[in-house]
């Protein structure tokens, strides 16, 4: 009833920048906190960043100042923009939305993630 699909992955350069977006679609009542995650290669997925609904901000310390997110609660899309990318920033990305659906109970969902790739 709810699908995450996140964008904006790929390979780039250490000291580059990528944009990743993640739309929320279905039948969406209310959107709460939404997050970014990662997991790279034999790690555990780990917490980047995470918004509530009413702005409040939260980053791994890994990414500080370096990562900023946002959201734009009318079109129920979250966004990470990632600059001064290091190779250990390499892994799948995931987006998080605790999302109350329109007839029903408050989950939390996942995207499907997108790969992250940044080269030495």
């Known amino acids: 009833q709810v699908q995450l699909v996140e964008s904006g992955g790929g390979l780039v350069q250490a000291g580059g920048s990528l944009r990743l977006s993640c739309a929320a679609s279905?039948?969406?009542?209310?959107?709460?906190?939404m997050g970014w995650y990662r997991q790279a290669p034999g790690k555990q997925r780990e917490l980047v960043a995470t918004i509530t609904s009413g702005g409040r901000i939260n980053y791994a310390d890994s990414v500080k100042g370096r990562f900023t997110i946002s959201r734009d609660n009318s079109k129920n899309t979250l966004y990470l923009q990632m600059n001064s990318l290091k190779p250990e920033d390499t892994a799948i990305y995931y987006c998080?939305?605790?999302?109350?659906?329109?007839?029903?109970?408050?989950?939390?969902?996942w995207g499907q993630g997108t790969q992250v790739t940044v080269s030495s």
């Open positions: 279905g039948s969406i009542g209310s959107t709460y906190a």
């Open positions: 998080n939305a605790d999302i109350r659906i329109r007839v029903g109970p408050r989950a939390d969902y």
